[in-house]
């Protein structure tokens, strides 16, 4: 074990140390995970939902507190930071309603009776990132302890503060011992052994698709189960027959909400050629409008990236040849402040249309028709989300249905809701969490043959 520091990105300040886990601490949490299986596996179906509510429960009571320590841990905004925490409580309470519903199936065979069962996996291993460390965590956990697993939990190192209060909480609802497991250390070691350890029967990655990769090729080698949440470059396309007043009122917020740091964030705005000019006109007044400062302040609407590190990162996209249209405000002094910037890319291979910034950048091109629209839509090796703006419903359906990407909105920018599913085509991801089929991705399916001959 040894001892790190969080970093507070709005301030600076260093807000609390925390315990890193080594290889041995990693195990053990393992291995009592391990032991633990059985018991949790055999509970009764309405004992483990019982359970899981009481979980949820003490999640909505402790709410505030949560979301104060996500203000102060990741910077995210307190409206934000409210609906995470409040979103952990939802998917455990939806996650309650699940190990009742776990339903086999009866299949007609001759001479017996043919049935499956959705076995738990065991121990499963969940790595998440920084940028949503709640709800990420729990779309995975919910589902995964409802369906009968123990789960071992690796927030990032950067972020471990609110991953470590929900262990705490899940004990005092009274999970079982060791059912539910924070154990918060460096990605390349703890979550490296969630990969390599043979009892660990799932992994569930949330983050970069780098490192997504590394870990799919790391869970081929025992064929181990893997969720993989990546990257993405998505789409906003904005037709001329959109209500444009409400395309470039809320295009902003549809990227620059926690700072950018968003899987789903809509960074690249395509724009129909005829409408481009009066678009970019809406849209100015909006990006200078998002309010960038404290994000304890109930009126912030964007706060800081979340380390120095990252805001350089971000800033390297900024080169000196980069066009620039427009960018918001930030505030002077200490944290990781960036400006909401609006970019007019060179070409199609800019690193601003072709690469995820993870940050308050968004690139605005403009298009031909439907087809050119879907095409450059497409032309991207991500597929998370999207939006379309237009009032031709029948349009609004076959731009959906074209554009390769699993989360798509029709003029509006919602992307996740608890009960429906959530996940990426192409190199945003592999498998869904979510919605009425998320326990399943946390079983097994059997299927028994029983004889009836005499
Ligand atoms: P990653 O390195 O992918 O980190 C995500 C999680 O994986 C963290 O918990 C990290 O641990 C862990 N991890 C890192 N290396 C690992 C390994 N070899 N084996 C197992 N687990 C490992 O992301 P990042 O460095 O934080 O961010 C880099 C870029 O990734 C961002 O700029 C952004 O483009 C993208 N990103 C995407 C998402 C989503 S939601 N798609 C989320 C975050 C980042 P530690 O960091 O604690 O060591």
């Known amino acids: 074990m040894t001892t790190s520091q969080v970093i507070n990105p709005a301030t600076e300040k260093v807000v609390a140390t925390f315990e890193s886990a080594d290889v041995a601490a990693t195990d053990a949490a393992i291995e009592r995970a391990h032991r633990a299986a059985p018991g949790w596996r055999d509970m009764a179906p309405g004992d483990r939902a019982r359970l899981l509510r009481r979980f949820a429960e003490a999640v909505d009571a402790d709410l505030e507190n949560l979301a104060r320590l996500e203000v102060a841990n990741a910077g995210h905004t307190i409206g934000n930071a409210r609906w995470e925490a409040g979103n952990v409580r939802d998917v455990l309470?939806?996650?309650a309603g699940l190990p009742e519903r776990l339903l086999g199936s009866q299949i007609p065979v001759a001479g017996g009776i043919d049935i499956t069962f959705h076995e738990p996996l065991g121990v499963v291993g969940i790595i998440v990132p920084w940028n949503f460390p709640m709800p990420i965590a729990a779309w995975g956990f919910g589902p995964a302890l409802a369906a009968g697993n123990t789960v071992v939990l690796k927030p990032a190192e950067l972020t471990p503060l609110t991953a470590l209060r929900l262990g705490e909480l899940a004990l005092a609802a009274g999970l079982p011992e060791h059912v539910f497991q924070v154990v918060s250390g460096r990605g390349s070691v703890v979550g490296q052994r969630f990969v390599t350890h043979p009892a660990v029967r799932k992994v569930v990655f949330t983050g970069s698709t780098e490192v997504g990769k590394q870990i799919m090729a790391g869970c081929a080698e025992q064929v181990k189960r893997v969720t993989l949440e990546l990257g993405g470059k998505s789409a906003n396309i904005?037709?001329?027959?959109?209500?444009?007043?409400?395309?470039?009122?809320?295009?902003?917020?549809?990227?620059?909400?926690?700072?950018?740091?968003?899987?789903?964030?809509?960074?690249?705005?395509?724009?129909?050629?005829?409408?481009?000019?009066?678009?970019?006109?809406?849209l100015e007044p909006a990006v200078r409008g998002v309010r960038v400062g404290d994000p304890a302040d109930e009126a912030t609407e964007m706060g800081p990236l979340i380390s120095a590190a990252h805001r350089e990162r971000v800033a390297g996209f900024l080169e000196p040849s980069t066009k620039v249209a427009f960018t918001g405000t930030r505030p002077e002094g200490p944290g990781f402040w960036f400006p909401p910037t609006v970019v007019l890319p060179a070409g199609p291979t800019d690193r601003v249309l072709t690469e995820e910034v993870f940050g308050p950048v968004v690139a605005v091109l403009p298009f031909t028709d439907e087809a050119d629209a879907i095409r450059i839509a497409n032309d991207s090796e991500y597929?998370?989300?999207?939006?379309?703006?237009?009032?031709?419903?029948?349009?609004?359906?076959?731009?959906t249905r074209a554009?390769?990407?699993?989360?798509?909105?029709?003029?509006?920018?919602?992307?996740?809701?608890?009960?429906?599913?959530?996940?990426?085509?192409?190199?945003?991801?592999?498998?869904?969490?979510?919605?009425?089929?998320?326990?399943?991705?946390?079983?097994?399916?059997?299927?028994?043959?029983?004889?009836t001959d005499q």
């Open 93 to 95: 309470h939806y996650s």
């Open 238 to 282: 904005v037709f001329a027959d959109a209500d444009l007043d409400k395309a470039a009122a809320t295009a902003p917020y549809a990227v620059f909400d926690n700072a950018g740091q968003d899987c789903c964030a809509r960074s690249r705005i395509l724009v129909q050629r005829s409408v481009f000019d009066r678009f970019l006109e809406l």
């Open 383 to 399: 597929g998370l989300s999207g939006s379309i703006w237009t009032s031709d419903v029948g349009r609004a359906l076959r731009v």
């Open 403 to 451: 554009v390769e990407a699993g989360n798509l909105s029709v003029n509006s920018h919602s992307s996740v809701r608890y009960w429906t599913p959530f996940g990426g085509f192409k190199q945003s991801g592999l498998g869904r969490e979510l919605g009425p089929d998320a326990a399943r991705a946390f079983t097994e399916t059997k299927n028994v043959f029983i004889a």
